[in-house]
C-alpha cells in the first residue's frame, strides 16, 4: 500500500540515495547522487503529466490529484489519544513546489560536482531533499511539522561544515550562520509546535489531519474558535512561517546564512527553504485559519510593504553579492506576503483577491527559479576569482561571456522584466492588491525602481564599463556550470511567457481556500 | 519510659552533629566521618518510626529495619569508594583539604 | 480580412530574427571566427589558451596590450565571417517583408489601393490572444490588437527599423557584436511593436518594459568603453543604467495608474475602457469620481514622461547617446520616445474623459519641456547632443500637439508630428552617424564635438544636403514635412485659447530653427563656405574624411525624401479618429498665424546664420566668457540648468544615505536584537555557572539549604493554608 504510491518514493527516494552515495566508492557517488535526484523529478513531472492529459485538473486540499493516507502513530495516554496519518498529497499548491524542489536539487547536485567531501556533501543534499519534500507532501500538522524540523538537521550540517570560513562575531562565519540558522528556525518551530498542538486538542477530532480542519470550517461546524482563538493559533503556527520566509524584523539569519552556505546550499535556501514558509502560510494560516489572519491581515500587508521597500534599499549599498541577493530575497518574498494580505483580507473584490493570491503563489515559484539562478551565478563567479566582493570586479563580461549574459538575464528576471517569470506575479500581484490595500501597494510599487537599481548597478560593477586588467586570467563558465544556469533561464522564460500552465495549475486550490474564506467570512 | 520523641531527637541531635562535621570540617576524611553519622542519624529515626508504629504490628511490616540495613551496606560501600578516591586524590595533590579540591568548578 | 488578420506576422517577425540570429547565426559568426594568433606575450598567449572564450576573439586581433584599452572603445574583428553577414541579411530580409506588408496595409486602409476589400472596423480588430490568468472579473489576457492608429505607428517604426538596419550595415563594419547589434536591433523592433499592437494596458506594459530593455542592451552595447569625463560623457554602461532607471521611475507612475484604473474598472482593455455604455469603461466606473480618474490618467502620462523624456525625467536621454548612432536613431525617431506619445495616443479617449487638467497637465509639460530642451540645446558642444536636446523640445511639441487637440481633433497632431519627426529625426542622426563614421575613419578616434568638425559639406555632399533638408523640416520651413506637422500644433495652441501654450511654443520654434542650423553650420559650413558659408569651409580637425558608403547614404536619401513629403498626408487626422476635421493645406497658407511660425523660423535661421557664418567660433566663444551675464547662461544652458547635477546629489545623499542607514539599522538593531538575545543567554549561562565552586562543602549546603527552604514552605503551607 506504502510503496505502491509514487508519493512516497518522491519522498524516500532521496534517503535511499543518501545511504548509496554513502556506500559507493567516490568516483561513482556523484552519477549515483545526480541518478536519484534525476529520478525524484522524473517521478515528480510524471505526477504533472498524469494529471496534465487527464484534464488539468491538480484539485485542492480537499481533492488532492494524488494522496496517500494511513495511520502511522496511533497511541493512547490516560485520556489523551495521539493520531499522526502517514498522509500525503499533492494538489495545485503544492506540485509546483514540489517540482521546484526536484529540480533544484538535481541542478545542486549538478552545481556541486567538484566539491570537497563530494560524496557526504552530495548525500546531505539529498538528505535535504527529503525533509523539504516532506514538508510541501504533507497533509497531516504533525507529519508536516516533523519533516519541518528534518530538514534543519542536514542544512545545519551543510552551512557548518562546507561553508565559508569568512570571520564573523570571533567564529568562522559558517559555524555562526550554521548556528543562527538552526537555532532561530528552533525558536519559531516550537511556537508553530504549540500552535498545532492547540489546534489538536481544541478541535478534539484526535486527528491533526488538514483536510479535517478544513471540512470543518466549510461545513461551519468550527467547535474551535472566535476569531481570538484563531488570531492567537494564526501568530503561533505564523511565527515559524515568518522566520523561514523570512519576514522583516525576522529576517536577519538569511544574510548571514547565505554568505556564508556554499553554492549550491544558498541556491536551495533561498529557491526552496524559503517557500516553506511561504507554503505554510498560504497551507496552513490561510486554510485553517482564514479568520486569525483576516485579524492580521493589516500588519500582514504593512509588514510586506516593509519587507519589499526596506529589503531593496539595504540591496542598494551592499558590498557582497550573496549579500544583496539575499536582501534581495528578502524584498521579493514581500511580494508574496503582499499577495496573500491582500487575500486575507475581509473585504475587496473576490476576483482581484483571487488574482491576489495567484500571483503571490507564482512568485513564490518564479522567485525560486530566477533566486536559484542567481546564486548560481554567484557560485560561478566566486568559484572562479574566489572573491565576491563587488567593488573588486569591474568590465569582466570580457572574460567570462556566458556567465555575463546568463547573470544579466537572471538580474533582468529578478527586476521583473516581461517575458520572464518574474514579471507575471509582480504585475498580478501588484494590480490585483491594489484594490484591496491602495496605499500599502503604491508604496510598494516603488520597489520597481530600487530593484532595477540595484541589480543594473551590481551587473554594471561587475561586468560591464572599464576592464580591470587584475581579471586578465580569468576563465568563463564551463559546460557543467553552464547546465543549471541554462537550465533554468529555459523555465524562467517558458513561465514567464506562458504562465497559464502553471496558474491553471494553482488556480483550484486557491479557489478552494478563498471558498472557505468566504464561507468563514459570512459567520 | 522511652518513647519515639526519645529516638527522634536522638535522630536529630546525630544529624546536625554529622551535619555540622561534613560542612565544616576540611579534612575528607572528617567529612566523610560527618556524613556516616548523618547516615547513621537516619538509621535511628528509620527504626524508631518502624518500631513504634502503632497501626500496624512491627512483626508484620520491618520496613524502617529494612532500611536501615540497606543503608548500612550502602554506607560501607560509599565508605570504600570514598575512601578510595580520597586516597587517590591526596596521591595526586598531596592534600585532603575539600577546601582545595575544587577540580570539578564550572 | 484575413490580411488584416495575419498582421501578426508583422509582430512576431523580428522576433523571429532575433531568436535565429541570437541562437543561430550567432553561434555560426563566433564558431567560425579566426583563431587568435598567439603573440609573445604571456598575457595574451594565456588569453588565447582560452578558445572557448568567445569575447576573447571579438576583442583582439593581434594586438598588443597597449591597444586593449582603445579595443574596449569598439572591438572589431579582421573581417566579417559569413555568419555574422547573414545576419545582418536576414535581419534586414525579415524587417524589408515586414515594412512592405505594413505600408501594404496603411495604403488598403486608407484605400489607395485596394487588396483585401475589407474595410478595418474603427474600433480595429484582434489579431492575436492568448490568457494568462481569468477569473471573476480580473482578466490578465495577453492580446494584440490592430487599428488605424496601429497601422500609422507600425509603418514608422518598420520603416525606420529598416532604415537603421540597413544602414548599421555601413556603420558598424568589422564590428566584433555585428551579430549581436541586429540582434538586438530586431529586439528593439519587436518591444515596439508589442506597444503597437497592444490591446491592454497589460501588453502595454509589457512591451514599454522590453523597450526599456532593448535600449539598456543597445545603449550599453560597447559593454567596455570607458567614460570621458572632459567631454562630460559617462561610460556605456551607466548611460544604459541610467537609461532604464529614469524611465522605471516614470514606470511607478504608470503602474499606479493602471492599478488605479483596474481597481475602479476591473480590465485592462483599451476599448473596453474607452466605452461609454460598458460598466467596465472609465465614464461608467469613474462616475462622480473623475478627479481619481483625472489622478491616474496624469499616472499613467507619467509613464510616456520616463520613456518620452520629458521634464523631469529627461536626464537619460542625452547619456544615451554613447550607443552606436544607429541606436540613437532608432531610439529617437521610431522606438523609445516615441512609445511615450504612442501611448498617450493611445489612451486619449481616457484623457478625454478625464477632467481638463490631464489635457493640461499633458500639454504644459510637453511645453516646459519643449523650450527648456531647446534652450540647452543652443550651447551644446556635442553633434549629437544637440540632437537629443532636440528630441526631447519635439517630444514636447507631440505632446502639446495630444493636450491641445481635445476630443473632437483626437490624436491626430500629436502622432502627426511624430509620424514626420520620425524620418527627419532618423536622418538627422544617421547623418550624424554618417559623420561620426567618417571622422572616425580619418582621425581613428571618436569625434563628436563640433569644435573638431567644420566644412565638412565638401567632403561629404551627400551627408550635408541630406542634413540640411532635415535642418529645414525641424526648423519648421515651409513645404517641408516638419512645417506641417508642428505649425500646426502651434496654430491649434493659439485656436484652442491656449496663449501661454502658444507663446512658449512660438518661442522654441525660433530657438529650435537657430540651434539647428547652428549645428548644420558648425558640423558642414563655415566662414569661408560657399553659398555664404553653408557649403564648407575650413575643417578644424585632423585627417581627411570621405563621404560614408553607399549602405550609408541610400538610408540618408531616402529618409530626405520623407522628410519633405510625409507632411503631405494631410488625411491623417480623419484616418487616425473617423470624423476628425482634416488638415487643409489652403487654409494653412491662408492663415496668418502659419505666417507668423514661419517668420519666427525665419528669424532662428537668420540669426544662427549671421552667428556662424559671419563671426568665428573663437570670436564667438570670446565674447560670451567676457560678458558676465551671458557667462552665467551659456553654463547654465551647458550644464543642462544643473538637473543631472541635483539628481545625482540627491541619489547619492539622500537615497543612497537611507539606504546606509537601514543597511546600519538592520545590522546594529535587528540583528543586533537577535544577537543581543544570543549573548544574554550565553552572558547567563557564564554567570550562573559560577555558583559550581567545585567544592563539595558548598554544594552540601546548597543541597542542605534547599531542603531545609523547602520543609519550611511545606510546614508553612500546611499550618497556614488551608
Known amino acids: 500500500m506504502i510503496f505502491t504510491s509514487d508519493l512516497t518514493w518522491i519522498l524516500f527516494l532521496p534517503v535511499v540515495g543518501t545511504l548509496a552515495v554513502m556506500a559507493s566508492p567516490a568516483r561513482v557517488a556523484r552519477w549515483v547522487a545526480l541518478v536519484f535526484a534525476a529520478v525524484v523529478f522524473v517521478l515528480s513531472m510524471v505526477i504533472f503529466f498524469r494529471v496534465a492529459v487527464n484534464g488539468y485538473n491538480f484539485g485542492d486540499l480537499n481533492h488532492p490529484a494524488d494522496f496517500i493516507h494511513t495511520s502511522w502513530i496511533s497511541f493512547k495516554a490516560g485520556n489523551v489519544q495521539f493520531n499522526i496519518d502517514y498522509f500525503l498529497g499533492v494538489d495545485g499548491l503544492s506540485l509546483p513546489m514540489v517540482i521546484l524542489n526536484a529540480l533544484l536539487t538535481m541542478l545542486a547536485v549538478i552545481g556541486g560536482w567538484e566539491k570537497k567531501r563530494v560524496k557526504e556533501y552530495l548525500a546531505l543534499l539529498l538528505l535535504l531533499e527529503t525533509g523539504v519534500m516532506g514538508v510541501f507532501l504533507s497533509l497531516d500538522l504533525l507529519l508536516f511539522y516533523l519533516f519541518w524540523e528534518v530538514e534543519l538537521a542536514p542544512m545545519f550540517l551543510l552551512i557548518g561544515i562546507w561553508g565559508y570560513d569568512t570571520m564573523k562575531h570571533g567564529m568562522p562565519g559558517r559555524i555562526y550562520s550554521a548556528w543562527k540558522f538552526l537555532l532561530y528556525t528552533f525558536f519559531g518551530s516550537l511556537f508553530m509546535l504549540a500552535g498545532i498542538l492547540l489546534l489538536y486538542f481544541k478541535l478534539g477530532g484526535n486527528t491533526a489531519s488538514m483536510q479535517y480542519f478544513t471540512t470543518h470550517f466549510l461545513s461551519g461546524i468550527s467547535p474551535i474558535f472566535g476569531w481570538s482563538w484563531q488570531l492567537l493559533t494564526f501568530l503561533l503556527i505564523f511565527l515559524a512561517f515568518a522566520i523561514k520566509i523570512p519576514m522583516f524584523p525576522f529576517h536577519t539569519w538569511l544574510p548571514d546564512a547565505h554568505t556564508d552556505a556554499p553554492t549550491e546550499v544558498s541556491v536551495i535556501l533561498a529557491a526552496i527553504l524559503l517557500k516553506m514558509g511561504a507554503y505554510g502560510l498560504i497551507r496552513i494560516c490561510f486554510t485553517l485559519l482564514p479568520s486569525g489572519i483576516r485579524e492580521f491581515a493589516p500588519w500582514l500587508a504593512v509588514l510586506a510593504a516593509i519587507n519589499i521597500i526596506y529589503g531593496a534599499g539595504i540591496c542598494l549599498v551592499q558590498k557582497d553579492m550573496k549579500r544583496l541577493i539575499a536582501y534581495s530575497s528578502v524584498s521579493h518574498m514581500g511580494i508574496v506576503l503582499l499577495g496573500v494580505s491582500a487575500a486575507a483580507a475581509g473585504f475587496g473584490g473576490m476576483a482581484f483577491r483571487q488574482a491576489a493570491l495567484t500571483g503571490a503563489t507564482v512568485q513564490m515559484f518564479s522567485h525560486g527559479l530566477i533566486t536559484g539562478l542567481l546564486f548560481f551565478c554567484v557560485g560561478v563567479i566566486s568559484d572562479h576569482a574566489h572573491t565576491r566582493e563587488i567593488a573588486v570586479f569591474g568590465g569582466i563580461a570580457k572574460k567570462m561571456p556566458m556567465l555575463a549574459t546568463l547573470f544579466t538575464f537572471a538580474g533582468l528576471a529578478s527586476l521583473g522584466l516581461p517575458g520572464l517569470a518574474g514579471f507575471v506575479a509582480e504585475y498580478i500581484t501588484f494590480t490585483s492588491s491594489y484594490q484591496v490595500w491602495a496605499v500599502v501597494t503604491i508604496v510598494s510599487v516603488f520597489t520597481m525602481i530600487l530593484t532595477a537599481s540595484y541589480l543594473l548597478w551590481m551587473l554594471k560593477r561587475i561586468f560591464y564599463g572599464p576592464f580591470n586588467t587584475k581579471w586578465s586570467r580569468l576563465l568563463d563558465a564551463n559546460w557543467r556550470e553552464s547546465l543549471p544556469l541554462v537550465s533554468l533561464a529555459v523555465v524562467i522564460v517558458f513561465v514567464g511567457i506562458f504562465p497559464s500552465f502553471l496558474i491553471r495549475l494553482i488556480t483550484p486550490a486557491l479557489s478552494n481556500i478563498l471558498h472557505i474564506v468566504t464561507t468563514v467570512g459570512l459567520h | 519510659m522511652l518513647t519515639l520523641n526519645h529516638f527522634l531527637v536522638l535522630g536529630a541531635i546525630l544529624f546536625c552533629i554529622g551535619l555540622y562535621g561534613a560542612l565544616a570540617k576540611r579534612n575528607a576524611i572528617a567529612v566523610l566521618m560527618g556524613i556516616e553519622i548523618m547516615l547513621n542519624a537516619v538509621n535511628v529515626t528509620m527504626i524508631g518510626f518502624s518500631f513504634f508504629n502503632k497501626v500496624k504490628p512491627y512483626s508484620t511490616y520491618l520496613t524502617g529495619q529494612i532500611f536501615a540495613i540497606f543503608i548500612i551496606t550502602v554506607a560501607a560501600a560509599e565508605a570504600a569508594v570514598a575512601l578510595a578516591m580520597i586516597i587517590s586524590i591526596y596521591r595526586k595533590r598531596s592534600t585532603v583539604d575539600v577546601g582545595e579540591i575544587n577540580m570539578m568548578k564550572w | ?602 528669424v532662428g535661421l537668420i540669426w544662427a546664420y549671421v552667428l556662424y557664418t559671419r563671426f568665428e567660433l573663437v570670436a564667438i566663444h570670446d565674447f560670451v566668457e567676457n560678458n558676465a551675464v551671458l557667462r552665467f547662461l551659456h553654463r547654465l544652458t551647458l550644464r543642462k540648468f544643473y538637473i543631472d547635477d541635483l539628481y545625482t546629489l540627491f541619489i547619492r545623499y539622500v537615497v543612497l544615505g537611507i539606504s546606509h542607514i537601514e543597511a546600519a539599522f538592520d545590522t546594529y538593531v535587528v540583528d543586533g536584537i537577535v544577537n543581543g538575545v544570543a549573548q544574554a543567554v550565553t552572558g547567563m549561562g557564564r554567570g550562573v555557572r559560577h555558583v559550581e565552586t567545585g567544592r563539595v562543602q558548598s554544594y552540601m549546603a546548597g543541597f542542605f539549604g534547599g531542603v531545609a527552604i523547602l520543609a519550611i514552605v511545606v510546614f508553612v503551607l500546611v499550618a497556614f493554608v488551608k
Not at chain 3, 524587417?95 to 474595410?119: E, F, Q, R
Not at chain 3, 506597444?195 to 552595447?221: D, P, R
Open chain 3, 1 to 602: 480580412m484575413a490580411f488584416y488578420q495575419a498582421s501578426w506576422l508583422i509582430l512576431l517577425s523580428p522576433l523571429f530574427s532575433f531568436a535565429v540570429i541570437i541562437f543561430g547565426t550567432r553561434m555560426w559568426d563566433l564558431a567560425t571566427r579566426a583563431r587568435v594568433n598567439a603573440t609573445s606575450s604571456p598575457e595574451a598567449k594565456a588569453e588565447a589558451e582560452e578558445e572557448s572564450d568567445i569575447h576573447m576573439m571579438e576583442v583582439r586581433g593581434a594586438h598588443g596590450e597597449e591597444e586593449t584599452l582603445e579595443d574596449d572603445e569598439d572591438p572589431k574583428v579582421p573581417r566579417l565571417t559569413t555568419g555574422a553577414r547573414v545576419s545582418a541579411y536576414l535581419g534586414i530580409v525579415i524587417m524589408g517583408l515586414a515594412c512592405i506588408y505594413s505600408w501594404l496595409l496603411l495604403l488598403d486602409s486608407t484605400h489607395v489601393i485596394n487588396i483585401s476589400g475589407y474595410t478595418l472596423p474603427a474600433n480595429g480588430i484582434q489579431v492575436l490572444s492568448y490568457d494568462w490568468f481569468t477569473q471573476g472579473t480580473a482578466n490578465y489576457i495577453v492580446a494584440f490588437h490592430l487599428d488605424t492608429l496601429a497601422i500609422t505607428m507600425m509603418v514608422v517604426v518598420t520603416s525606420v527599423s529598416l532604415l537603421v538596419q540597413f544602414y548599421s550595415q555601413g556603420y558598424m563594419e568589422r564590428s566584433a557584436g555585428y551579430a549581436r547589434f541586429f540582434s538586438y536591433l530586431s529586439l528593439f523592433t519587436f518591444s515596439m511593436l508589442v506597444i503597437t499592437f497592444a490591446q491592454n494596458f497589460l501588453v502595454m506594459f509589457i512591451g514599454w518594459e522590453l523597450v526599456g530593455l532593448s535600449s539598456y542592451l543597445l545603449i550599453g552595447f560597447w559593454i567596455n568603453k570607458e567614460a570621458k569625463p572632459r567631454e562630460d560623457r559617462l561610460s556605456p554602461a551607466t548611460a544604459a543604467i541610467e537609461a532604464f532607471i529614469t524611465t522605471r521611475v516614470g514606470d511607478v507612475g504608470f503602474m499606479i495608474g493602471i492599478m488605479i484604473l483596474f481597481a475602479q474598472t476591473g480590465t485592462f482593455e483599451f476599448g473596453v475602457l474607452a466605452s461609454k455604455t460598458d460598466p467596465h469603461g472609465v465614464a461608467q466606473a469613474f462616475a462622480g469620481n473623475s478627479g481619481l480618474l483625472t489622478v491616474a490618467m496624469i499616472l499613467v502620462f507619467c509613464g510616456a514622461i520616463g520613456k518620452s523624456a520629458q521634464l523631469p525625467l529627461t536626464v537619460w536621454l542625452p547619456p544615451a547617446m554613447e550607443g552606436p548612432t544607429p541606436v540613437s536613431a532608432l531610439i529617437h525617431a521610431a522606438t523609445m520616445v516615441a512609445a511615450g506619445v504612442y501611448m498617450v495616443a493611445r489612451t486619449f479617449p481616457l484623457f478625454a474623459a478625464a477632467g481638463p487638467a490631464a489635457f493640461q497637465v499633458v500639454a504644459w509639460v510637453g511645453a516646459i519641456t519643449a523650450i527648456y530642451a531647446a534652450l540647452t540645446a543652443l550651447t551644446q558642444r556635442d553633434f549629437k547632443r544637440v540632437l537629443a536636446f532636440s528630441t526631447i523640445s519635439q517630444l514636447g511639441y507631440m505632446f502639446v500637439g495630444l493636450g491641445v487637440a481635445g476630443a473632437a481633433l483626437g490624436p491626430g497632431p500629436g502622432m502627426f508630428h511624430l509620424f514626420t519627426h520620425a524620418f527627419f529625426k532618423a536622418l538627422l542622426f544617421l547623418g550624424a552617424g554618417s559623420v561620426i563614421h567618417a571622422l572616425h575613419h580619418a582621425t581613428h578616434r571618436e569625434v563628436q564635438e563640433m569644435e573638431k568638425m567644420g566644412g565638412l559639406a565638401k567632403f561629404m555632399p551627400i551627408t550635408a544636403i541630406t542634413w540640411l533638408v532635415a535642418t529645414l523640416a525641424i526648423s519648421g520651413f515651409p513645404f517641408f514635412s516638419g512645417f506641417y506637422s508642428k505649425d500646426n500644433i502651434i496654430g491649434l495652441a493659439y485656436q484652442h485659447g491656449y496663449y501661454g501654450l502658444y507663446a512658449v511654443t512660438l518661442i522654441t520654434a525660433g530657438l529650435t530653427a537657430f540651434y539647428m542650423l547652428r549645428a548644420y553650420i558648425l558640423a558642414f559650413g563655415g566662414r569661408d563656405g560657399r553659398v555664404g558659408g553653408l557649403w564648407g569651409g575650413t575643417y578644424r580637425g585632423e585627417g581627411h574624411p570621405h563621404e560614408s558608403p553607399l549602405t550609408i547614404t541610400i538610408p540618408l536619401v531616402l529618409l530626405a525624401i520623407a522628410s519633405i513629403f510625409a507632411g503631405y498626408w494631410t488625411g491623417m487626422f480623419s484616418y487616425i479618429q473617423p470624423g476628425a476635421e482634416n488638415l487643409n493645406l489652403g487654409v494653412v497658407f491662408s492663415d496668418p498665424l502659419t505666417w507668423i511660425g514661419v517668420a519666427v523660423s525665419v
